[in-house]
């Protein structure tokens, strides 16, 4: 059985001393995290560890002696050593020693009692294995909480070996508080010896902390409980708030801003990663705005923009009226039905004449306005940006009314000329049934039937091409929103404070990795996932890149991220698809909202954001959001005010983001974003931590062929030899799921 | 203790594995990848500087041919660092895991570890690529949630190379 003794790297050059550490049996493995010093009192010795024990709740113990002399050790030195195994007993008793100056260790146990289980091997070995301490600390990497499915009196789940360490270390920092400045009864050597690392700016905000998040937090909770009362929820006022993407924005600051200036302390790792990122959110979002006020209120700009805009409006104006003597003449070489075409052009020309004369009426006051405006960017960059998007839509309301007209002329055009075909072939719609049954008719109802089938058959290209003209300019007018949109939930969503510790603290990101984490109960569990037949063709390379060792998660969403691409041919399809639905889909399929009518296409990551364009009104949390996400209607936490909690298109799911764990998107979502931010190592983002493997300058590389060198141990019972392996194992959290 | 033999890949390259015994509880397993050859470097950055010629001929613009050169060098330094594979090292430490590393030609190095608590057995899969089947080393992980199954398989190696040497490896390995 292989004894595995971890010591941290800066206890190498140390004086000689106890061991103080963790015996962890069921992997024997002793974790050395501190060497304390002669001299040095048995009695207080004991007290010191009973109090970190106490305090930290881990078994630490006496584990042995290290010795690091000038030369080989006397015969008394090593009666004294062993004898101190009578003054700390400890099962077993390791003995590691170090020639100062030189390269040679020698490491060995002592068994006192002998081995319980006779058909144990007599001959033990010893790996000694190198950590960090600083970086083992700081990283997240440690046993997972109980299973949900397991009751809470069952054994815990057994850790494995390495995470065992890590919270081992993790858990004693009491045993570090004191360095070699502090007068206490014992010496101890560990990473923070030389001083114990603190910052005063962080202690002093923290101090600071308490009385400023009181205040602030009181003051947010009487803004929200303003903003809550009665006067906004009856109708106009709460309709209008709901369409405005403004007071959304608002509504979500003013959520963040409560979250961060709480006074609840987070309770683990993943709410203080979510509070952080909301922090670095939100104060980039307020310099981005500050920048942006100091150019708009520099040099006069507003002036020159409020100067061009009534010009720009009336330019659009004429554009339209345009468009619409096209429509009533031939357009495309069309023949279009002359009486219909006209009333229905002079209808949309009669509301642009009423637009023109609204902007011209509101030019006065639209420098004032813009002023501002641009005030409102001192609350955020995306505050201004919904600002933006609401001004465009009020500006462009005209083709909003026109979009509306053109969908209801032709929706029930469509209407008509389906129930009547039923009728010309003898059918007719059960309500009841929900089926069409066939029917019998009297003649004159047919006959009035089928003259009115065949008016709207032959007004149905008109109004056809009406409502694609509109359409369309709908479109072009919603996808500058949706970019407004996107920017704006980028800004809100980006975790900048997980992207800035990944590039440059990334053990303090190391976790476990989503598959590898309790699920929750709902989840199916993961299966085996072999390559898919999209990726046979694949050179292998390519294939584990794309697919083959996937995070397993039963929704297929997240697999999404792997995937390639979709090519623009396929993203042409679903376009043509959607239009397809728009313009011939049966009444009872088709979804009976105004904003677009597209059907939900595609996934839920970057490549939806088709999707987002037709949900003018619903976006969707975007793939960064470090909220845990789930819309309400899918039984989990409703995070985001942007998912909407009634979801008309209950096909669209929204994005559900556990290929990484919950407190950062990262990646992984592992293997991060679609936006393409690689994981660390090609292999994968779910594996654990990495020790870098060195080959250390020194020891082992002279001395691996040549035995000379080896120390023979005295004899006793079950002694161990350590052989100088080629490799010495750095422990260092370097991957990163994210 | 050293031993080395060398193969050939599907693509007939030649690879060499480098296996050294440490001690009966740690093993390493190196395998090296052909060198980038002069000859294919000289084919591609002819063909991109052909087709820039051509393109310059035509638009007589001469930062088509600045353009070509950056796009050479950046590619040239892309592929170097983010696809080529020099050395692939696989590390077993008996009861503490498995390490393997990928060194890429710029100097680049990718480890990932794996504890031996999690692997459940390493196995040779066979994917079809092509005309030819291929096979590949992987290391099946264990299902936290679900004791008897299997969570993640992992590729070992990224060079994937005929069957009867990669058995002859898996058999070595034991």
């Keep these: 059985?292989?004894?595995?003794?971890?010591?941290?790297?800066?206890?190498?050059?140390?004086?000689?001393?106890?061991?103080?550490?963790?015996?962890?049996?069921?992997?024997?493995?002793?974790?050395?995290?501190?060497?304390?010093?002669?001299?040095?009192?048995?009695?207080?010795?004991?007290?010191?560890?009973?109090?970190?024990?106490?305090?930290?709740?881990?078994?630490?113990?006496?584990?042995?002696?290290?010795?690091?002399?000038?030369?080989?050790?006397?015969?008394?030195?090593?009666?004294?050593?062993?004898?101190?195994?009578?003054?700390?007993?400890?099962?077993?008793?390791?003995?590691?020693?170090?020639?100062?100056?030189?390269?040679?260790?020698?490491?060995?146990?002592?068994?006192?009692q002998a081995p319980t289980d006779p058909s144990a091997p007599g001959e033990d070995q010893v790996m000694l294995i190198f950590y960090d301490q600083r970086q083992v600390l700081l990283s997240q990497l440690h046993p997972p909480t109980v299973l949900p499915d397991r009751q809470a009196g069952a054994t815990p789940a057994s850790t494995g070996g390495l995470a065992a360490v890590f919270d081992t270390v993790a858990r004693s920092e009491v045993l570090f508080r004191s360095d070699r400045f502090d007068e206490g009864p014992v010496r101890l050597s560990h990473w923070q010896s030389e001083g114990v690392e603190a910052s005063i700016l962080a202690e002093l905000a923290r101090r600071a902390s308490g009385p400023v998040c009181l205040l602030l937090a009181s003051l947010l909770s009487l803004v929200s409980a303003v903003g809550a009362c009665r006067v906004f929820k009856l109708w106009p006022l709460s309709f209008v708030g709901s369409k405005l993407s403004t007071c959304e924005q608002l509504r979500h600051r003013l959520e963040h801003l409560t979250l961060i200036f709480s006074t609840r302390k987070a309770e683990n790792s993943a709410q203080l990663m979510r509070k952080a990122n909301t922090v670095a959110s939100v104060l980039l979002d307020v310099a981005l705005g500050l920048t942006l006020l100091s150019w708009l209120h520099g040099r006069s700009r507003i002036g020159h923009l409020a100067d061009a805009l009534v010009p720009v409006a009336d330019h659009v104006a004429e554009e339209l009226q345009h468009l619409l003597q096209w429509l009533m003449g031939a357009p495309a070489g069309l023949k279009m039905n002359r009486a219909l075409d006209q009333v229905l052009g002079r209808?949309?020309?009669?509301?642009?004449?009423?637009?023109?004369?609204?902007?011209?009426?509101?030019?006065?006051?639209?420098?004032?306005?813009?002023?501002?405006?641009?005030?409102?960017?001192?609350?955020?960059?995306?505050?201004?940006l919904s600002l933006l998007s609401d001004i465009i839509a009020l500006l462009t309301f005209h083709i909003y009314c026109f979009y509306v007209y053109g969908a209801r002329l032709y929706c029930l055009k469509i209407h008509g000329l389906s129930s009547l075909w039923r009728l010309f072939r003898g059918k007719k719609w059960n309500v009841l049934r929900q089926r069409v049954d066939s029917c019998s008719y009297d003649l004159d109802q047919l006959f009035i039937g089928t003259l009115l089938f065949t008016i709207l058959l032959f007004l149905l290209p008109t109004t056809a091409?009406?409502?694609?003209?509109?359409?369309?300019?709908?479109?072009?007018?919603?996808?500058?929103?949706?970019?407004?949109?996107?920017?704006?939930?980028?800004?809100?969503?980006?975790?900048?404070?997980?992207?800035?510790?990944?590039?440059?603290?990334?053990y303090r990101l190391a976790d476990k990795p989503a598959a590898l984490q309790p699920r929750d109960a709902h989840l199916p569990p993961p299966q085996l996932w072999l390559p898919p037949q999209g990726l046979l063709g694949c050179s292998v390379p390519q294939a584990v890149l794309w697919g083959a060792h996937l995070p397993l998660e039963a929704e297929r969403g997240q697999a999404g991220l792997r995937y390639p691409p979709p090519e623009w041919w396929q993203l042409s399809w679903l376009v043509a698809r959607a239009l397809w639905t728009l313009l011939y889909a049966p009444e009872h399929g088709r979804p009976s909202y105004h904003t677009l009518g597209l059907e939900v296409i595609g996934?839920?990551?970057?490549?939806?954001?088709?999707?987002?364009?037709?949900?003018?009104?619903?976006?969707?949390?975007?793939?960064?959001?470090?909220?845990?996400?789930?819309?309400?209607?899918?039984?989990?936490?409703?995070?985001?005010?942007?998912?909407?909690?009634?979801?008309?298109?209950?096909?669209?799911?929204?994005?559900?983001?556990?290929?990484?764990?919950?407190?950062?998107?990262?990646?992984?979502?592992?293997?991060?974003?679609?936006?393409?931010?690689?994981?660390?190592?090609?292999?994968?983002?779910?594996?654990?931590?990495?020790?870098?493997?060195?080959?250390?300058?020194?020891?082992?590389?002279?001395?691996?062929?040549?035995?000379?060198?080896?120390?023979?141990?005295?004899?006793?019972?079950?002694?161990?030899?350590?052989?100088?392996?080629?490799?010495?194992?750095?422990?260092?959290?370097?991957?990163?799921?994210? | 203790?050293?031993?080395?033999?060398?193969?050939?890949?599907?693509?007939?390259?030649?690879?060499?594995?480098?296996?050294?015994?440490?001690?009966?509880?740690?093993?390493?397993?190196?395998?090296?990848?052909?060198?980038?050859?002069?000859?294919?470097?000289?084919?591609?950055?002819?063909?991109?500087?052909?087709?820039?010629?051509?393109?310059?001929?035509?638009?007589?613009?001469?930062?088509?041919?600045?353009?070509?050169?950056?796009?050479?060098?950046?590619?040239?330094?892309?592929?170097?660092?983010?696809?080529?594979?020099?050395?692939?090292?696989?590390?077993?430490?008996?009861?503490?895991?498995?390490?393997?590393?990928?060194?890429?030609?710029?100097?680049?190095?990718?480890?990932?570890?794996?504890?031996?608590?999690?692997?459940?057995?390493?196995?040779?899969?066979?994917?079809?690529?092509?005309?030819?089947?291929?096979?590949?080393?992987?290391i099946l992980l264990k299902d936290p949630v679900e004791p008897h199954g299997i969570a993640q398989v992992v590729p070992v190696f990224q060079v994937p190379s005929s069957g009867l040497q990669l058995k002859k490896a898996r058999g070595v390995e034991g």
């Design chain 2, 1 to 138: 203790m050293e031993d080395e033999r060398s193969f050939s890949d599907i693509c007939g390259g030649r690879l060499a594995l480098q296996r050294r015994y440490y001690s009966p509880s740690c093993r390493e397993f190196c395998l090296r990848c052909p060198r980038l050859s002069l000859r294919s470097l000289t084919a591609v950055t002819c063909t991109v500087w052909l087709a820039a010629y051509g393109l310059f001929t035509l638009c007589e613009n001469s930062m088509i041919l600045s353009a070509a050169i950056f796009i050479t060098l950046l590619g040239l330094l892309g592929y170097l660092h983010f696809v080529k594979i020099d050395q692939e090292t696989l590390l077993i430490i008996d009861s503490l895991g498995i390490q393997m590393t990928s060194s890429y030609a710029s100097g680049k190095e990718s480890t990932t570890f794996i504890e031996m608590g999690k692997v459940k057995d390493i196995v040779i899969n066979e994917a079809i690529y092509m005309q030819k089947v291929i096979y590949y080393l992987c």
């Design chain 1, 603 to 738: 996934g839920e990551q970057m490549w939806g954001w088709p999707a987002r364009l037709a949900m003018l009104h619903h976006w969707h949390c975007l793939p960064w959001d470090p909220l845990p996400t789930c819309c309400s209607h899918h039984g989990g936490e409703h995070s985001s005010p942007r998912c909407p909690e009634h979801c008309p298109m209950p096909t669209l799911r929204t994005q559900v983001r556990r290929a990484r764990p919950p407190q950062q998107p990262p990646g992984g979502e592992a293997g991060w974003s679609p936006w393409g931010l690689p994981s660390g190592s090609a292999l994968g983002p779910s594996q654990d931590e990495p020790p870098r493997a060195r080959h250390p300058p020194a020891p082992s590389a002279k001395q691996h062929p040549a035995c000379g060198g080896l120390k023979q141990s005295p004899s006793g019972p079950g002694t161990s030899l350590p052989e100088p392996h080629g490799v010495y194992l750095l422990m260092f959290p370097g991957e990163v799921a994210l």
């Design chain 1, 347 to 384: 209808f949309f020309l009669y509301h642009i004449h009423l637009w023109i004369s609204y902007i011209h009426l509101m030019s006065p006051f639209i420098e004032h306005i813009l002023w501002h405006v641009g005030l409102s960017a001192c609350l955020g960059l995306t505050v201004a």
């Design chain 1, 465 to 506: 091409l009406y409502y694609l003209v509109f359409t369309l300019l709908r479109l072009l007018v919603v996808a500058v929103q949706g970019l407004i949109h996107l920017l704006v939930d980028l800004i809100n969503s980006l975790p900048l404070y997980s992207l800035g510790l990944r590039l440059c603290r990334p």
């Design chain 1, 1 to 112: 059985m292989v004894l595995k003794a971890f010591f941290p790297t800066c206890c190498v050059s140390v004086d000689s001393g106890l061991l103080v550490g963790r015996w962890v049996p069921e992997h024997s493995s002793a974790v050395v995290l501190a060497v304390l010093h002669f001299p040095f009192i048995p009695i207080q010795v004991k007290q010191l560890l009973a109090q970190v024990r106490q305090a930290s709740e881990v078994g630490v113990a006496v584990l042995g002696t290290w010795c690091h002399c000038r030369q080989e050790p006397e015969e008394s030195l090593g009666r004294f050593l062993e004898g101190l195994g009578a003054v700390f007993p400890h099962e077993p008793w390791l003995q590691l020693c170090r020639e100062r100056g030189g390269t040679l260790w020698s490491c060995e146990v002592t068994h006192r």
